[in-house]
């Protein structure tokens, strides 16, 4: 409720105003009138819908066999008055399914012989690449089975390597060590027969002989023929004694003789302990123009050492 006294009220509230403006017309028509026309005929005939009625799979199928029938009966009515010309088209028809029966087999064999050729060939290369990747995998396997074993090779060394205090021969020492650095899961029996040993500044690739002494150790064992001076026995001093024999296969007498020469040597160079058999029997001599690897006869004379023996037989006989 409005108490101001000193103010107008406004104006009354109208729920339905009234426009203050009015529309202007300046055709002789007004607009939105209700004298105007209405088109009712419309510019495009109407069509009207016509509903077709389409034939059913039943007739259809019915269309069908009395099509085939008639065919039927015209093949039947024409085999009848020309029997000759069916047996003719018969015949045909047989040649020609026979010839696409032949056709049909000749090209599955041919298809199936492709194939067998192609698998064959695949088979081959398979096979090929098979081996040269079994022959690559071989020889990297060897090569490193050889590597390991260089490897494990170079550690090993011989031990207490000495000669015997006695020659075995004419310039000839034995020596022995023993094989050491062997790994337990290698043969050192094998590792004895590859390792090689420098004696007298001479590269030897491997022993004469492994022993193997169980618990000792195997022991390699070289004989020795170079730089041993103390084992380089030599004859000294020849001495020719003149003796006559007879002739073999001849009755004895003084003119059925033959002249011998006997040669003498003393053996130097004798060592103490040395076999004084094997020394004497390898020493070679030289004289008179002559060489021998060994004497003839060694004999051992006591106080007077050893002494090698040759005989030189004439030639009268």
């Not at 071989?138 to 011989?158: C, D, L, S, V």
Request: glycine share 6%; charged share 30%.
């Amino acid at each position: 409720m409005y108490t101001n006294p000193r103010q107008a009220p406004p104006p009354a509230y109208d729920p339905h105003p009234q426009p203050q403006w009015q529309w202007r017309t300046t055709s002789a028509h007004p607009r939105n009138s209700a004298d105007a026309p209405v088109e009712q005929t419309p510019l495009l005939p109407q069509q009207q819908n016509v509903a077709r009625k389409r034939p059913t799979i039943g007739t259809a199928l019915i269309r069908m066999s009395l099509m085939l029938f008639v065919y039927m009966m015209v093949s039947r009515l024409c085999d009848a008055y020309n029997p000759g010309a069916a047996l003719d088209r018969m015949r045909r028809e047989w040649d020609s399914e026979m010839r696409a029966h032949e056709k049909r087999i000749r090209l599955g064999w041919e298809r199936e012989r492709t194939e067998i050729i192609a698998m064959r060939e695949q088979v081959l290369r398979d096979q090929e690449q098979w081996m040269k990747e079994r022959d690559e995998e071989r020889h990297e396997e060897e090569r490193k089975r050889q590597a390991e074993e260089e490897r494990i090779r170079a550690g090993f060394a011989w031990d207490d390597l000495k000669g015997d205090q006695r020659c075995l021969q004419h310039g000839m020492r034995r020596y022995t060590a023993r094989i050491a650095n062997v790994p337990r899961e290698y043969d050192p029996v094998t590792a004895c027969t590859e390792t090689a040993v420098e004696i007298h500044g001479m590269r030897i690739p491997n022993p004469n002989q492994c022993e193997d002494r169980g618990c000792g150790g195997v022991i390699g064992h070289w004989l020795i023929s170079h730089s041993e001076p103390t084992c380089a026995t030599h004859f000294d001093n020849f001495k020719d004694k003149e003796k006559y024999v007879p002739c073999e296969f001849l009755l004895p007498s003084p003119l059925n003789m033959r002249t011998v020469q006997r040669i003498e040597s003393h053996l130097e160079n004798l060592q103490p302990g040395d076999d004084w058999r094997n020394m004497c029997s390898t020493t070679p001599a030289h004289f008179w123009g002559l060489h021998f690897d060994s004497p003839g006869v060694c004999e051992d004379w006591g106080k007077y050492g050893i002494w090698g023996i040759w005989e030189i037989e004439d030639s009268q006989c």
